[in-house]
């Protein structure tokens, strides 16, 4: 009989996904600073015999300028591996032939450079930080309730996230508003989302079972995953809080200081 448990789970594992702020950095001015350890932790996932994906919520930067921060931090990283919110956005409206209002990061905006945004018929929104003043966060209001038919899509559904100088408010928040404002349900694009997360797992061509989530975010990375049939560890990294331990809902299949000692457990398992 297999090993459920954690960290017994890690010697029928074939796949892991890491998530990035709070697990290998914390943002901040310039690029941020990596987390003791977690340079070294991808380095040795990289050299062992499991499939390896980063998911993110990251709406800040495209992905391109986002994984280039990563790599000057020292990160072994490419953007075929990172999975975030914007490209799958840009996929769906597409699909549905949906022309975005866009309350994004300008950062963020050239993602969406191939979408028709005229006469716009839905709204994005993503963390757009200092960008959510009431001028635009209204103007998005008024788009959204002009529509016969309003669609809101928000990239994730964070409440918050750490920077080096402290914990943000995040996308999550500006959604409850809108949602509130225009009695409607916003589509969420991103964690907790089990379409982001499939999207994942058919790249790597595994099933549930067979990978395992890390995250510092208990709710959106770890009930999300496991929500989909993942295990979710939480580090204690990042945005974690103590309380997160005692959580009435989501309790992750186990908790470590760090990704290190999360990857070093995984590896010890496995030999």
């Known amino acids: 009989m297999a090993d459920s448990g954690w960290p017994g789970c890690a010697k029928s594992l074939k796949g892991v996904i890491l998530d990035m702020c709070g ?39 495209t992905r391109e300028t986002f994984v280039a921060k990563l790599q000057r931090l020292g990160f072994d990283i490419s953007v075929s591996e990172v999975f975030s919110p914007a490209p799958a956005a840009v996929a769906v409206l597409k699909e549905r032939g949906l022309r975005p209002h866009l309350l994004v990061y300008d950062g963020l905006i050239p993602e969406f450079d191939s979408v028709n945004k005229a006469n716009p018929n839905c709204v994005v929104i993503g963390d757009a930080a200092e960008k959510f ?20 899509f928000s990239l994730g559904q964070g409440r918050y996230y750490k920077e080096t100088d402290g914990l943000k408010l995040d996308v999550g928040v500006y959604m409850k508003a809108l949602e509130y404002a225009c009695d409607l349900k916003a589509e969420v694009i991103g964690k907790p989302s089990p379409t982001f997360f499939q999207s994942v797992l058919n790249d790597m ?40 331990e005692r959580h009435p809902t989501v309790t992750a299949d186990g908790t470590v200081d760090n990704l290190a000692q999360a990857v070093d457990m995984i590896l010890n398992q496995r030999h």
Do not use: W
């Open 23 to 61: 697990v290998l950095y914390d943002s901040g001015e310039g690029d941020g600073v990596a987390i003791p350890g977690s340079i070294e932790a991808v380095k040795k996932l990289k050299a062992s015999d499991l499939l390896l994906r980063f998911c993110t919520n990251e709406t800040q930067a």
């Open 133 to 152: 003043s009431y001028q635009n966060l209204n103007e998005a209001f008024r788009v959204l309730i002009g529509l016969e038919k309003p669609v809101l």
């Open 205 to 244: 061509g595994l099933q549930p079972h067979e990978a395992l989530m890390i995250g510092d975010d208990l709710v959106n990375d770890v009930g999300g995953a496991q929500h989909c049939g993942m295990k979710g560890v939480q580090v204690r990294t990042g945005k974690y809080r103590p309380c997160d």
